[in-house]
């Protein structure tokens, strides 16, 4: 048993640095010979936080050096790894061409249901189904929150990582759960060389909706092998999760098309209100790794201490949404005022 935990961990750093080099090699190839235009580029419009046109290619990096890295190192995991290669098929024609939303749905529906129905925890019928549309919602507010240089790739990097150290270190350890993280984890970093501000490279709808399919599918694969409760996911991913579903429900109250694109995220605000792409980016990781270590620091506390925590963090986060709404209404007063002289 030592030695097996002995070689594991010496694969660790191996994983990591493979799919920090391999990512980064792909996508400045795609870079260097022009490739990476042809395969989608996004075109500012009314709605963007950028002025140029910018390739989207994240995907064709972090998603080959996952599956493959998942098939290798976590076996185990292989169906969840050939339905984050069908979803990026479906969102590259998305990107390249544009898909109907009932289109992508369906394909977000059918990873999701296929990998519970393959795959059922020991629980009731209704929590697995509630655990599916909220593994739905975190495949499509990942896509959502991928709109600042650094932000998704950085919440991916810090979030697998999260979901990394909880799988490789915790009560329960779940070696390929972990090392298939340390990979996810990996290849974000890699990409991160191309997307922090100024960005070269965005991450892609073939980037965006794998990435936020791993982090429902192996949230629950971890859940279901005992590796962490089913809060731990949800804490880790907190901030993403919090800023689309307060900005989904504001949304829906207006009666909007949540689906279309806008300008109305938090950090979106934070980015057109002065703090810029590098500083949102900054501040999210900052808030990210709290909460990632509030997420570590209760595994094994008693149920009434981890919820507590729960609840104390996301009153702090819903602090920081305040506070960034104050300091927005101010931003806009003084357009307002600016425009009147």
């Not at 493979?18 to 260097?32: E, M």
């Not at 990998?115 to 697995?128: G, I, R, S, T, Y």
């Not at 504001?250 to 810029?276: D, T």
């Not at 960034?324 to 357009?335: A, E, G, H, N």
Request: proline fraction near 5%; charged fraction near 10%; include cysteine.
């Amino acid at each position: 048993m030592k030695s097996s935990l002995m070689v594991m961990w010496s694969t660790v750093p191996v994983v990591g640095v493979l799919a920090v080099g391999v990512c980064a090699a792909i996508l400045h190839t795609l870079l260097k010979t022009g490739l990476a235009w042809r395969l989608a580029t996004d075109i500012p419009n009314d709605r963007s936080l950028h002025v140029r046109p910018t390739p989207r290619v994240g995907g064709w990096g972090i998603v080959p050096v996952t599956v493959v890295a998942m098939l290798l190192v976590a076996p185990s995991l292989w169906f969840a790894a050939l339905a984050a290669a069908f979803l990026a098929a479906v969102s590259q024609v998305d990107d390249r061409r544009g898909l109907p939303a009932r289109v992508r749905f369906a394909a977000h529906l059918l990873a999701v249901a296929a990998f519970v129905a393959l795959f059922p925890a020991d629980a009731p019928w209704w929590l697995l189904c509630v655990l599916v549309f909220l593994m739905i919602w975190l495949v499509n507010l990942y896509n959502f929150m991928d709109g600042a240089d650094g932000l998704a790739g950085g919440m991916a990097l810090f979030g697998f990582s999260g979901y990394a150290i909880a799988a490789l270190s915790g009560s329960n350890p779940m070696p390929e759960l972990g090392l298939a993280c340390v990979a996810i984890a990996g290849a974000s970093l890699g990409f991160l060389f191309f997307n922090f501000h100024p960005a070269r490279i965005f991450l892609g709808d073939a980037g965006s909706i794998p990435l936020g399919y791993l982090a429902g599918a192996l949230g629950y694969w971890g859940w279901r092998g005992g590796a962490w409760p089913v809060w731990f996911p949800a804490l880790v991913f907190a901030p993403f999760i919090g800023d689309a579903s307060v900005t989904l429900a504001r949304r829906l109250a207006r009666g909007e098309k949540f689906w279309q694109a806008h300008r109305e995220h938090y950090y979106q605000r934070m980015v057109r209100s002065g703090v810029g792409h590098a500083g949102t980016a900054w501040a999210w990781y900052a808030v990210m790794v709290v909460g990632i270590g509030l997420a570590l620091f209760a595994l094994g506390r008693s149920m009434v201490a981890q919820w507590t925590l729960v609840a104390g963090w996301a009153v702090m986060l819903i602090v920081i949404g305040r506070f960034i709404d104050l300091r927005w209404r101010r931003f806009q007063s003084t357009l307002s005022e600016q425009s009147e002289v």
